[in-house]
């Protein structure tokens, strides 16, 4: 077999299990609330956020694979061939590894920030600081890290809103927020589904360019292949249907006792914004903005329900992620620089 075709598979299995990880540890964001609050079964709640993840990572754009294949590093700036290769490779190795780890301790973690972190570890220790698109991997992380202030700022709002209106309402009232939680649940869902399975179709895209497998048509912006885009939505669908349950419990139930109101204003909020950044190609932390939005509807109801401890760890997760796949990368790519 060509080393080219080989490398080029050991790439897409890599890519392709990153993204059924992402799925499995991001199960807990998209989940937790319906099963805490009793809206829906585990089982049903799982089955319908793979289905609506696929949903979103197949019919609903493509703009965060663009980013992620030619925005951060234009791969028709390097070097092709299998040195070339090896960077992916590296930087999926450090991305995958940092959420096994947070998985096994039950920290959500953010998954893009992984893969951002690794890629970047990645291409510094190969290539140097010069291919990188700086002033788009700024914007990137400043978005990703303002995301989760405003989903809890605007949850926090629209919580409080919510109260208002609802505070002279019959307990029948929890019936239908829990009918509103599946509703918001499942667009949740579409919208993650837009935003990380897409960082994984721009992995794979940028590899088979990287590879000489795939070529940029000159003086148009860069095309998914079909066949990425329906594995990747497979892929992490299926981690979505499996669940991660180690986070499911820390986001259901230790950050403080859900309610059907709270889960409805949390996903309502979070869907709007993950959505939203999507369109606009910007591949934020998902975890990070479903978290905030937790936060933000349990301050809005009553600010000592939250177990700040554990908003703690998770924030220290949340900041060292991007360095520590980042370091795990650069190792890998060393490590594999000398066996090939």
């Not at 140097?128 to 202030?149: H, K, T, Y």
């Not at 937790?294 to 703690?312: C, D, E, L, S, T």
Request: glycine content about 8%; hydrophobic content about 55%.
């Amino acid at each position: 077999m060509n080393h080219i075709i080989l490398i080029a598979i050991i790439i897409i299995i890599l890519a392709l299990f990153f993204d059924f990880t992402n799925g499995f540890h991001d199960s807990a964001n998209i989940v937790a609330m319906v099963i805490t609050t009793r809206a829906l079964s585990p089982e049903a709640a799982l089955i319908i956020a793979a289905i609506s993840e696929f949903v979103g990572a197949y019919f609903l754009g493509t703009a965060v694979a663009e980013t992620i294949g030619k925005d951060i590093v234009d791969p028709r700036l390097l070097q092709t061939g299998i040195s070339g290769a090896t960077v992916i490779i590296a930087a999926l190795i450090g991305a995958i590894s940092w959420n096994i780890i947070t998985w096994y301790f039950g920290l959500p973690s953010s998954s893009s920030h992984a893969l951002i972190g690794g890629l970047i570890g990645a291409f510094i220790l190969s290539w140097g600081l010069e291919p990188i698109n700086w002033s788009r991997v700024l914007n990137i992380i400043l978005i990703m890290i303002a995301s989760p202030f405003v989903g809890l700022f605007i949850t926090y709002i629209f919580t409080r809103i919510t109260l208002i209106f609802s505070q002279w309402a019959s307990p029948k009232a929890n019936k239908v927020f829990l009918k509103l939680e599946i509703l918001s649940s499942i667009t949740q869902a579409l919208a993650h589904g837009t935003n990380d399975a897409q960082k994984t179709m721009g992995v794979i895209t940028f590899a088979l360019i990287i590879l000489g497998l795939y070529k940029i048509p000159a003086n148009q912006t860069l095309l998914i292949p079909h066949w990425v885009i329906v594995s990747c939505a497979l892929s992490i669908s299926i981690g979505m249907g499996i669940g991660g349950w180690r986070i499911i419990k820390t986001l259901g139930g230790k950050l403080y006792k859900i309610r059907p109101v709270h889960g409805f204003a949390s996903q309502t909020t979070a869907s709007l914004i993950i959505y939203l950044t999507a369109v606009f190609g910007y591949p934020i932390s998902t975890t990070q903005v479903i978290s905030s939005s937790v936060m933000g509807a349990g301050a809005a109801f009553r600010p000592k329900m939250i177990r700040w401890k554990v908003a703690q760890d998770m924030a220290v997760a949340w900041l060292i992620t991007i360095p520590a796949s980042g370091i795990i990368a650069g190792i890998s790519f060393y490590i594999l620089n000398k066996i090939f």
